[in-house]
């Protein structure tokens, strides 16, 4: 059983340079024409082997913000890399991919993978940008980059496969997410009764455990009509708080 | 800017805090068309966090309270014969008396910058720096030599005392990074010896726990330092919401991991869950059986009326004082646990805020709270995304002159903004402070006190040096206030590596500075290394602080502002209340008002993964009715794809 990594992507460039359309022929390899200013879909995730891992890419779009620039900055949090997208038929859309970069440099984190797409690559003939000059610029920031086509499948794998071989090891000694918590994912408990008496055991595995409920709603409603669950534990409490008695009087 | 925007919306709203930014949600996600504004180059208003640099930007505005010159476009000519126009403020002013100290070692501390920084601007939202520079007038450096600082920093870090971000680990990445890099540096810090800032850095490294100015400001970018200081209670309201709306997907939060409490000059550790009060060290046996029976009465007190019947009219304290509880349990019990005022809380009010702190243990972990990674700054940030995923469009930097009132109907129909474009909608969303004196005049706003020190270590050392800390201190007079005092680690993302950051934050009495620096000088060292005496070695030391009052604009009727639309509502500011659950109750109401029939922030079926598809989407003209059930199910795709790439559904599967 390979082990799953999850890795955030972040993706950026201007309006219409064509980021939806990357990750839409990435994940569900379509393409649609008339994909309409990213609405709806803030993420999307694909997983892709890269050694003897799984990597896992949650693929963050910018969900229309970066149009008047106000991308926050949670944005950029804890990505393992970017994907910065230009148009080749548009010089401008270029110039302003160093500004990204900039961007990503101030927010990101440190040492995020970085990938440029030169988009839209099947419309050559009208192309403004040189390959040359991107490549330059590319090996100055030590980027990865690649001309794509969303539109004809031109080397969407292969930008992502790049970026995969870029993204280093794991480190045996990170337990992963630093305990970090993410809501939603993660087991309730019915109600302190319950955490009390358990906590007696181990109050770390209670952190862990999960239940296999896929959906936190569940959970909740459980909670909410589990006030008998909580007499009979109350039940269960005052037995147990008399059997604990004992050790208070037996340990001096 | 080449994009111009559209000038007819459902809903503006003005003000990226958390109450707007929930209210942007959820009428997004009820399919209005929304215009999400601020006029400050950063999310959130009072509630953003801000790096160092960012912060020292942020202090200088608001220390210079200088006027914005008035280069605006002419508006009259937009306005008709049969309206008015409500001018809304310019100029930000819930923010008084800043000061700031730096206490450090600040020798080399003058051309240090941020490594990557923006210098001058507040380092959030400045890819748009463009347009934000030319109006400030301000010069951004070119890219290049941001790059290149970043670049220089780099060894630096690498040299330090230790992989930097090994107890870290929130990014994989990062650590073995800065591992591998830790081999190359020393070949590399040579070249960079040449950089004057660098070197001194690297002598001071070397010795662990001295953290200098020069460090601070050069690792600004690992604060993200909170201006509203809160907690998020594990059952509150807006984790309710978070979940519920499923926006808790864009963050992540980290347990609070201790409750302290302040007696006799010592801080001590309470223990709050029947674990803690079984492991205490510092409780007798007998202590532990009242404890636990008076905690237990606490769960469910309603059934059992008769306990606490005969002291409805009396304080908590006193109550507390006829339960056969030691003064210490009392102690813990009144400030650290119920957080109530010794002076004026009932019995009834005191037994409900221990009931909901006990109700809130162990969802999470062993305390009632969580923390949002990167600070509370986070959470408006994620709503404002939500509002965006559902089309909302968001400009920072946008400052609106006026709301336009019809004159006949009295209702408000557009707004026109800082370019002279008019914007027409049916209902207006305004955060308190951008309305103007004039507004306001009748309204009688209380303050709040708020502290933030960075120090090198945390109140009560323990075996783990990353803990995140809740601490009252009662007042030292009755009557005033008590100090929240709230101590965050490194791991919490909000502060670099051995240093702390610590929040305080009281309803003031006086200015900041007056009400917080009694309590800052009793728990913490205020000299530099020189003069300090024996006693105070223990204490942590302060390297850099910096005291406001913030303006409280909860808990204000709307009848006391002159002169709204009814169509227009009001968001208030943060309150000093611990929790959220001020501002989601205010989203929420706000949101009911306007569209009673709606529900507020449905759960949401899977918006993410809206696959396109030409069948399913090709009505989608507007691109605003984007309802939700047009996503197609994924699951015939998801068995179809071969086993080399799968398309996964998000997710709640592990």
């Given amino acids: 059983m390979m082990a799953i990594r999850e890795l955030k992507v972040c993706l950026l460039g201007d309006t219409g340079v064509g980021k939806s359309s990357i990750v839409c022929r990435f994940v569900q390899d379509h393409f649609d024409h008339n994909i309409s200013p990213t609405i709806g879909a803030s993420f999307m995730t694909k997983t892709v082997p890269c050694g003897n891992e799984l990597h896992k890419f949650l693929i963050w779009d910018t969900a229309g913000q970066e149009r008047f620039h106000s991308l926050a900055p949670m944005y950029y949090r804890g990505s393992a890399a970017a994907v910065i997208v230009y148009d080749i038929t548009k010089q401008d859309s270029f110039h302003t991919l160093k500004k990204w970069v900039k961007e990503l440099k101030e927010h990101g984190p440190e040492n995020i993978v970085m990938a440029i797409a030169g988009n839209k690559c099947d419309l050559s003939d009208i192309r403004e940008v040189p390959m040359k000059d991107a490549k330059e610029y590319a090996e100055s920031i030590g980027a990865i980059v690649v001309e794509t086509s969303a539109k004809n499948a031109v080397n969407i794998e292969e930008l992502f496969q790049g970026i995969s071989r870029q993204i280093p090891p794991l480190d045996p000694h990170e337990n992963g997410n630093n305990g970090a918590i993410k809501l939603g994912k993660q087991t309730s408990q019915t109600g302190p009764f319950r955490y009390w008496k358990a906590a007696i055991r181990s109050p770390r595995s209670l952190l862990f455990s999960r239940l296999n409920n896929p959906n936190p709603l569940s959970v909740s409603s459980q909670e909410r009509c589990s006030s008998p669950l909580i007499v009979f534990m109350a039940l269960l409490w005052t037995r147990f708080n008399r059997s604990m008695s004992f050790l208070y009087w037996g340990v001096p | ?654």
Avoid at chain 2, 269 to 275: G, K, L
């Fill in chain 2, 1 to 654: 800017m080449a994009d111009n925007l559209p000038s007819e919306f459902d809903v503006v709203v003005i003000g990226t805090g958390l109450p707007e930014s929930i209210i942007a949600a959820a009428c997004a996600r009820s399919g209005q068309r929304v215009l999400h504004v601020d006029s400050r180059n950063y999310y959130g208003g009072n509630w953003a966090s801000f790096s160092f640099s960012g912060l020292l930007s942020w202090i200088k505005e608001n220390q210079q309270k200088t006027d914005i010159c008035d280069e605006c476009e002419d508006w009259t000519k937009l306005i008709l014969e049969n309206e008015e126009v409500i001018s809304l403020s310019k100029k930000d002013k819930t923010i008084q008396h800043v000061e700031d100290f730096c206490f450090g070692d600040q020798d080399s501390a003058e051309d240090v910058e941020e490594a990557g920084a923006l210098p001058k601007l507040p380092v959030f939202g400045a890819s748009g720096a463009e347009e934000a520079a030319q109006e400030s007038e301000k010069e951004c450096p070119p890219s290049e030599s941001a790059l290149l600082e970043a670049e220089s920093q780099e060894p630096a870090k690498a040299t330090g005392t230790e992989p930097a971000a090994a107890a870290e680990g929130k990014d994989a990445e990062i650590t073995s990074e800065n591992e591998s890099s830790h081999s190359m540096a020393l070949g590399e810090s040579t070249l960079e010896l040449g950089k004057t800032e660098v070197a001194p850095s690297e002598i001071s490294a070397q010795e662990p726990k001295k953290i200098t100015y020069s460090q601070i400001v050069r690792e600004g970018r690992r604060f993200n330092i909170d201006l509203v200081s809160k907690l998020l209670y594990s059952r509150g309201l807006l984790i309710d919401l978070l979940i519920k709306s499923n926006v808790s997907r864009y963050a992540e939060f980290k347990n609070a991991t201790r409750i302290l409490a302040f007696r006799e000059g010592k801080i001590e550790q309470v223990p709050c869950s029947r674990a803690d009060v079984f492991n205490s060290r510092q409780l007798t046996m007998v202590e532990k059986r009242m404890l636990m029976k008076f905690l237990t009465f606490c769960l469910d007190y309603e059934q059992h009326p008769d306990e606490y019947q005969d002291y409805e009219s009396s304080t908590f304290a006193q109550f507390l004082r006829t339960q056969k509880l030691t003064p210490s349990l009392q102690h813990f019990i009144l400030h650290s646990i119920a957080m109530v005022s010794e002076t004026d809380c009932s019995t009834l009010e005191g037994l409900q805020a221990t009931k909901k702190f006990l109700q809130c243990l162990g969802r999470y972990g062993n305390t009632p709270f969580l923390f949002p990674l990167y600070g509370q700054g986070e959470i408006p940030q994620c709503f404002c995304r939500m509002c965006a995923v559902f089309g909302g469009i968001y400009c920072l930097r946008h400052s609106v002159q006026c709301l336009v009132v019809d004159t006949e109907s009295g209702r408000c129909k557009a707004i026109v903004d800082h370019f002279g474009q008019r914007i027409s909608a049916n209902y207006f969303i305004v955060e308190d402070s951008y309305l103007s004196e004039n507004v306001c005049r009748n309204v009688c706003y209380r303050q709040i006190s708020r502290a933030v020190l960075i120090t090198d270590q945390s109140v009560l050392n323990t075996d783990s040096e990353q803990q995140v800390s809740i601490l009252t201190v009662p007042p030292v007079d009755l009557g005033r206030p008590a100090v929240c005092i709230i101590e965050l680690c490194s791991s919490t993302m909000t502060c670099m590596k051995d240093t702390y950051l610590v929040h305080l934050t009281c309803p003031s009495t006086k200015t900041a500075r007056e009400d917080l620096e009694p309590v800052v000088q009793k728990l913490f060292n205020l000299n530099t290394e020189k003069e300090t005496e024996n006693e105070e070695l223990e204490k942590p030391r302060v390297l850099w602080a910096v005291y406001f009052n913030m303006r409280d604009s909860s808990g204000i009727d709307k009848s006391s502002y002159d002169g709204l639309p009814s169509n227009v509502y009001v968001c208030s500011g943060p309150d000093s209340a611990l929790g959220n659950d001020c501002a989601v109750k205010q989203a929420e109401t706000i949101f009911q008002e306007m569209f009673p029939a709606e529900e507020f922030c449905p759960p949401p079926p899977n918006p993410e993964d809206i696959i396109y598809d030409e069948d399913e989407i090709a009505p989608e003209e507007s691109g605003f009715d984007n309802s939700p059930e047009t996503k197609p199910e994924p699951s015939s795709e998801e068995s179809s794809s071969g086993d080399s790439s799968a398309v996964k559904k998000e997710d709640n599967e592990e």
